[in-house]
């Protein structure tokens, strides 16, 4: 039962689903980590082509998980591992919404919500991290990155002046 793909895709993406605390771009180390390490199904290039995929796409970043299930096992993976990634939270969250409106205000819940940016800031720099490793890009895309973060949070300067920056700096380089 184990080997049959598409359990396999449910088993990496319901327990993600919950983990996804900041959004779908927190589990995107994870995703990494099974789909290249654990099982296989692809390498660093080919899970970074599925990430810019995903991310050139509309919707949630979380529709990586659907191209990672379409390049295991087509359509059928591709529906499984969406419904695996989308489902359980959507459920959680659908059962908590009540009990969330109710207690609005209390200390438990500022401190649930305070307590969880950290978590989910500290999963989405995973991410970049796992992603900047996977990348061919050396120590030109770790300066890249790390450059922009400092002016991101220092100046006013706008995102696509910095992703110009970067590309012309790749331009430049290689």
């Not at 810019?52 to 659907?66: D, E, F, K, Q």
């Not at 401190?111 to 991290?129: D, H, K, N, R, Y």
């Not at 770790?142 to 696509?160: E, H, M």
């Amino acid at each position: 039962m184990k080997d049959n793909p598409l359990i396999q895709l449910l088993l990496v993406f319901v327990p993600l689903s919950f983990l996804s605390v900041g959004g779908g771009q927190s589990v995107i180390a994870d995703m990494h980590r099974q789909s290249v390490t654990v099982y296989g199904w692809m390498n660093d290039a080919q899970f970074l082509n599925l990430f810019a995929l995903s991310r050139m796409a509309p919707g949630p970043g979380s529709l990586l998980a659907a191209l990672i299930g379409w390049q295991v096992q087509g359509w059928a993976g591709a529906a499984t591992a969406a419904a695996g990634i989308f489902v359980p939270s959507s459920l959680l969250v659908y059962g908590l919404a009540k009990l969330w409106a109710r207690y609005r205000g209390a200390r438990w819940q500022m401190a649930v919500e305070i307590g969880l940016a950290p978590v989910a800031a500290g999963m989405i720099l995973a991410t970049s991290c796992v992603l900047l490793r996977s990348t061919e890009g050396g120590w030109l895309a770790w300066a890249v990155a790390l450059l922009s973060t400092a002016l991101l949070l220092f100046t006013r300067l706008s995102p696509f002046v910095l992703l110009g920056g970067g590309a012309l700096a790749f331009l430049l380089w290689f």
